[in-house]
């Protein structure tokens, strides 16, 4: 059970503000700053419910209780390492910043002096001239520097923020993003005050609900067990948990000495530099670990890690935290590799494009198995080829249950990271994925409303018609200039509706690609009016698979028989399109 010394009422200005011991993000534990516009918009809402509600009058709306944080204490409490509130402390910061620059661009005496006092009191200030700068809230490793250069290194002389680098990590981003909104979000409230002295009241409103009127209530413990015990207590109830933070925490606590705890450092720095996106991590680490172990669930991924991990840790010799961190950093230089579609095979790169176009992101943990850090990852080329298919044909065509897939595939990649062969591995995706018989049947029933689906599918038969006629080449797939194409429109006159439309809509044998000027030309007309288009395209899918039959030229009018009996002959070709893989057993 986790040791409480201590919880006590604080105001934000009594959390980050002057003469109180400073707030430190220890760099072995917590987060990265992760709030995304959505969390900020929220933040600020609510802010200004309360500065409304404050201003009535009403004790009832002195204060706004905004949440528990968590910190490590000494016995006098000179200082405070935040384990948990990092995230609410942080935005506080950046709003309290873009009033403190907004002060200084009114150019007043009076607003500049404001602007200097609100930096003094509630972000960083110097003792004396040759003292270093003391800042009331210090990020973690991965955050601190930027934090400091775009927010908290203000020049009070020029009224701006020192020189910075440029964003380049997701939390850097974030950072850059709230604090636009928030200067933006001023700006607007700000436009409804005609004068400089309502606009400066305003300000000072606001800052006032700020330091003194959002709550906290701090958690203190005496150690950062306690104090991660409690983290992972409340962050296990909201929006807070965060696997990838929990888990390099987790790490953090098992190291056994500084080389271990700066080997786990190293694998973050690489996570986040390498990842646009904090999801993209989370990701990873999921199919990192299914990759492994095979399936579990992302609601339960840290307990399963942490389990699983203390149990390594305590029985494998020469198993530590520094190894299983190496591990990590170099699976995520592979699986990036396969992610952004980069690996230097051609044949490859183009399949994992396809991969990426329809989301087909249950196969990533079978390749990042099949292809170690250490391997020619050429060698899992016709591995994913037949992962491609058995997606193709199982998923977008058959419209089968996914999870069925994601078992075989999950348990697949268990079984290569456990030693077994690659052709063995395509031997057993081969004996799940339907035969052309059933894929046949499967295709001429196929209805696809997703546009990523039904313009990867029409692509592909187009470029296999292309190949078989010895036609050149034109560029379809990522051209922005390519569309999909309803031949019966899906916004048909009421005239020329179809009385099963519904049904018939979305079928492939109702879809073709066109060039984006031609797709506008056609639109919702009939087809004698399209047809002038279709005859003018480059594509053999438009040209020559028969789309004349979808018109009854005897009664003007669309034909449902058409569209299904053009679906029937690209049912033919599709089956070469995503063909079964040779090592199919007979």
């Keep these: 059970m986790a040791i409480i010394k201590h919880a006590t ?58 949440g528990p944080i968590v910190t490590i204490t000494d016995e006098k409490i000179t200082s405070r390492s935040l384990l948990d509130g990092q995230q609410r402390l942080t935005t506080s910061t950046i709003l309290i910043a873009a009033l403190r620059n907004i002060l200084w661009t009114m ?218 961190a190496a ?61 491609l298919t058995y997606y193709v044909r199982w998923t977008v065509i058959g419209r089968r249950e996914s999870t069925l897939l994601e078992e075989t595939v999950f348990g697949l990649a268990k079984e290569l990271f456990g030693g077994l062969g690659k052709d063995s591995a395509i031997r057993r995706i081969a004996e799940v994925t339907p035969d052309d018989e059933t894929f046949i049947a499967d295709f001429e029933k196929a209805s696809l409303p997703k546009a990523s689906q039904s313009r990867y599918v029409l692509n592909r038969i187009e470029t296999l018609m292309r190949t078989v006629s010895v036609q050149d080449d034109v560029v379809v797939a990522g051209s922005r200039t390519v569309h999909v194409e309803h031949i019966y429109p899906k916004n048909p006159e009421p005239a020329y509706r179809l009385n099963d439309h519904d049904s018939v809509v979305n079928l492939i044998g109702n879809l073709t690609l066109l060039h984006g000027s031609k797709n506008r030309t056609a639109s919702n007309k009939t087809f004698p009016e399209k047809d002038i288009s279709y005859q003018g395209s480059s594509l053999i899918l438009t040209t020559s698979t028969g789309i004349e039959r979808l018109w009854d030229e005897s009664t003007d009018s669309w034909t449902s028989e058409g569209i299904r009996a053009r679906q029937h002959d690209l049912a033919k070709t599709a089956v070469s399109a995503w063909p079964l893989s040779t090592t199919r057993p007979h």
């Excluded at 009070?156 to 680098?165: I, L, N, R, V, Y």
């Excluded at 306690?226 to 696997?243: C, H, M, P, Q, Y």
């Excluded at 399949?351 to 079978?366: E, G, V």
Aim: include cysteine; proline fraction near 3%.
């Design 9 to 66: 009422r604080q105001t934000l200005g009594q959390l980050i503000g002057a003469n109180n011991p400073p707030v430190t993000v220890p760099d072995d534990s917590q987060r990265q700053y992760s709030w995304t516009k959505k969390e900020v918009d929220t933040y600020w809402t609510d802010i200004q419910k309360f500065m409304k509600a404050r201003q009535s009058g009403k004790s009832s709306a002195a204060e706004y209780f905004i």
């Design 107 to 324: 150019n007043t005496g009076e607003s500049r002096s404001m602007a200097q006092n609100t930096q003094r009191d509630y972000i960083a200030r110097k003792a004396g001239r040759r003292e270093p700068m003391e800042y009331f809230l210090t990020l973690s490793l991965f955050d601190r520097d930027f934090f400091r250069d775009y927010i908290q290194n203000w020049d009070e002389a020029a009224g701006q923020s020192t020189s910075f680098e440029s964003a380049n990590r997701p939390s850097h981003k974030l950072i850059e993003e709230a604090y636009s909104y928030f200067e933006s979000q001023i700006s607007k409230q700000l436009s409804d005050h005609p004068d400089l002295e309502s606009r400066l009241d305003w300000i000072d409103s606001l800052k006032e609900c700020l330091v003194k009127g959002l709550v906290f209530v701090e958690i203190q413990t005496p150690t950062s067990s306690d104090a991660n015990e409690v983290f992972e207590t409340i962050n296990s109830r909201g929006k807070d948990l965060s696997t990838v933070d929990l888990v390099r925490n987790f790490l953090m606590e098992r190291s056994s000495n500084d080389a271990e705890k700066s080997r786990v450092n190293d694998a973050w720095r690489t996570l986040l530099d390498g990842f646009e996106k904090r999801e993209d991590i989370e990701k990873f680490l999921r199919h990192f670990w299914v990759a492994r172990h095979g399936d579990v669930r992302s609601h339960s991924l840290y307990t399963t890690i942490r389990t699983s991990l203390t149990d390594d840790f305590d029985k494998k010799k020469n198993y530590t935290v520094g190894s299983f």
């Design 327 to 387: 591990e990590l950093e170099r699976a995520s230089t592979r699986y990036l590799e396969l992610i952004s579609c980069d690996t230097g095979v051609n044949d490859l790169d183009d399949i994992l494009k396809d991969i990426r176009d329809l989301s087909a992101d249950a196969l990533y943990p079978l390749m990042l198995a099949a292809s170690p850090s250490t391997s020619d990852i050429s060698e899992i080329t016709p591995l994913v080829s037949a992962c």
